[in-house]
């Protein structure tokens, strides 16, 4: 009874990756992973320009619906143009499409405003804190939960052994806490020295993805050697295993 | 806001230095040197990371709170001797983590 309902258990979890993947094929889709609008090339090869405004569409779907103190700065003597961009739709007629580009174009200010927009990536996590971009927080959690089950599954039914199941796991630590720290010393150094690069945004992606990784991937680590985890306390204070 | 490296780095090389030449002399025992390096690593893991994880949920939430930049500091400066403390993990754990990346037959061949 109790081994069924552990089977069932392992099982349902096991679809956790399947549905993380799913949520974040989705969620990549539909707006810019960065939290930024682009020109032409824009700072990822996902650039989609259907309107044809010469800002990709990604940008703009997502700034239009989550950021709305970006719309308030249009706001500096023409009043017109402010109302089309808090209004944005991008199921909007191509009509409103055409209106909104000529708008940005004609208009100097809301040209100029709109261009630091679009070329000034940020510089370095403090400028990108005020960004919003999507990190993918809870997917990417979850999809390495599920991983660590499968595996943990696959060990328990001896499929794979212990030294092959902490060894995926140690190197996944290594690559993450690699990828983290590389990155992370990267943006120091950026921010100390004031470089703007168009790269800036990019590190900083990577470096949340990687620091998720390297941050379960080190609890899973902790749960893999709790007995020699418990053992540093009993050596440094005294404490006996009462732990079971 | 500019990031101090010295702080994060010098007193570090210089404890773990020094507990390594204590252990070499036989001042303290090898459990002591590697456990205390181990919860250095956990404190400045749990700080570093979990400054770094509530930033990332803040961010997530498009919540902006005034103590983001102390948070932001605090995760920068003990995510240096984070890295620095790893490398001395790596170093005292080498034979494990040259296990790691070379396959049990390669192992067997030397």
Redesign the interface.
């Known amino acids: 009874m109790n081994i069924n309902f552990k089977e069932k258990l392992v099982s349902a979890v096991s679809t956790i990756p399947l549905i993380a993947g799913v949520t974040m094929s989705s969620s990549c889709g539909v707006s810019c992973p960065y939290g930024l609008s682009c020109s032409y090339p824009g700072e990822c090869r996902r650039y989609t320009d259907a309107g044809g405004d010469g800002i990709c569409d990604l940008g703009q779907t997502s700034s239009s619906s989550t950021d709305t103190a970006s719309s308030s700065t249009y706001d500096d003597g023409s009043s017109t143009s402010s109302t089309d961009s808090s209004s944005y739709d991008p199921a909007s007629s191509a009509q409103d499409q055409a209106d909104t580009s000529t708008s940005l174009v004609d208009t100097g200010n809301t040209n100029d405003s709109n261009a630091s927009a679009v070329t000034d990536p940020g510089s370095g996590v403090d400028s990108s804190l005020g960004d919003n971009p999507n990190y993918f927080v809870i997917p990417v959690s979850m999809l390495l939960i599920g991983l660590y089950l499968f595996t943990s599954f696959l060990f328990t039914r001896g499929i794979l052994d212990q030294q092959k199941h902490r060894r995926i796991w140690n190197i996944l630590l290594t690559a993450g806490m690699a990828g983290s720290g590389i990155t992370g010393i990267l943006l120091i150094m950026i921010i100390n020295l004031s470089i703007k690069t168009a790269l800036n945004p990019s590190l900083t992606f990577w470096h949340v993805e990687l620091s998720i990784l390297m941050v379960l991937a080190t609890v899973i680590h902790l749960h893999l050697y709790r007995k020699p985890f418990k053992n540093m306390f009993r050596v440094l204070f005294g404490i006996k295993n009462n732990w079971h | 806001?500019?990031?101090d490296?010295i702080l994060p780095i010098i007193p570090f090389i210089g404890g773990y230095l020094l507990t390594y030449s204590l252990y070499k002399r036989g001042v303290i025992r090898k459990?002591?040197h590697i456990?205390?390096w181990?919860?250095i690593l956990l404190l400045a893991?749990l700080i570093s990371?979990g400054a770094?994880?509530i930033?990332?949920?803040l961010?997530?939430f498009?919540i902006?709170l005034p103590v983001?930049q102390p948070f932001?500091f605090w995760h920068?400066e003990l995510?240096?001797t984070?890295?620095l403390v790893?490398v001395f993990h790596l170093h005292t754990y080498w034979k494990?983590t040259k296990?790691?990346?070379i396959s049990?037959k390669r192992r067997d061949e030397h």
């Open positions: 806001m500019v990031y490296m459990s002591v456990s205390l181990n919860l893991f990371g770094g994880f930033l990332t949920i961010l997530e498009g902006s983001n932001l920068v995510g240096v984070l890295v790893t494990s296990t790691m990346f049990p």
